[in-house]
Every structure is written in structure tokens, then in C-alpha cells.
């Protein structure tokens, strides 16, 4: 499975920005998707995730109530639309596929894109 995390750029605080990645390969064999983001300095961390057919879909702490996943099983490509964005959302964002279960931890999914940077300027 391949995965092209494009959409990123430079936003002020407060606006909003929509990123997508688009899933080529063997995508039969993807269970879940999700969106991790990684600042300078920092671990990565988990933003968003949902399900292959695009029914369930969880949530970080910091993102939720502000974020949203979704799919297009037709064009094979996940969304991720992020309103009301803040300086501290600044970070390479990362598509990731998984084959097994819907989950939080990077370690559960096997597939990864190359990244897109979101900078968020106050």
C-alpha cells in the first residue's frame, strides 16, 4: 500500500485547512487509516483515525471537537478537515494504513506517507 499525504501549508490561527491522502496498492487489505502529527521535538502523536468503510472514527485529545476524518472509498482517499487551527497544531502531519484493528498507536499501523507540513502562525 502506498500512501500521499498532500494539502499542508501555511494558515493563521483560527482558520481552517483540509488535508488528503490518497491510498493506491493493495488497499483491500486496509482495516483502518489515520492521521499522526510529529512537531520539532516532540514524539509523534496521534490526531485522527477511522475505519475502512468510514462509519468509525476516533480522536486526539487536542484535535477533537475541532478535527475531522472521513473517506471516499471511491477515490480511495481520507480527509482530514482541521477548523479553528492553533499555533501548537504546527507539525508534519502523517497518513498511516493499518491491517489490523482501528487504534492509536503508531505501532498498529504498517503502512506510512511521506508527510505534509502544517504551520499555524499566530
Known amino acids: 500500500v502506498q500512501l500521499q499525504a498532500f494539502g499542508g501549508g501555511l494558515v493563521q490561527a483560527g482558520n481552517s485547512l483540509r488535508l488528503s491522502c490518497a491510498a493506491s496498492g493493495s488497499t483491500s487489505s486496509v482495516s483502518a487509516m489515520g492521521w499522526f502529527r510529529q512537531a520539532p521535538g516532540k514524539e509523534r502523536e496521534f490526531v485522527a483515525t477511522?475505519?475502512?468503510?468510514?462509519?468509525?472514527?476516533r480522536y486526539g485529545d487536542a484535535v477533537r471537537g475541532r478535527f475531522t476524518a472521513s473517506k471516499n472509498n471511491l477515490n480511495n482517499t481520507m480527509y482530514l478537515q482541521m477548523t479553528n487551527l492553533k499555533p501548537e497544531d504546527t507539525a508534519v502531519y502523517y497518513c498511516?494504513?493499518?491491517?489490523?484493528?482501528?487504534?492509536?498507536?503508531?505501532?498498529?499501523?504498517?503502512?506510512w506517507g511521506q508527510g505534509t507540513l502544517v504551520t499555524v502562525s499566530s
Open positions: 498511516a494504513a493499518s491491517t489490523r484493528v482501528l487504534g492509536t498507536l503508531p505501532s498498529l499501523y504498517k503502512f
Open positions: 477511522i475505519t475502512r468503510g468510514g462509519s468509525t472514527a
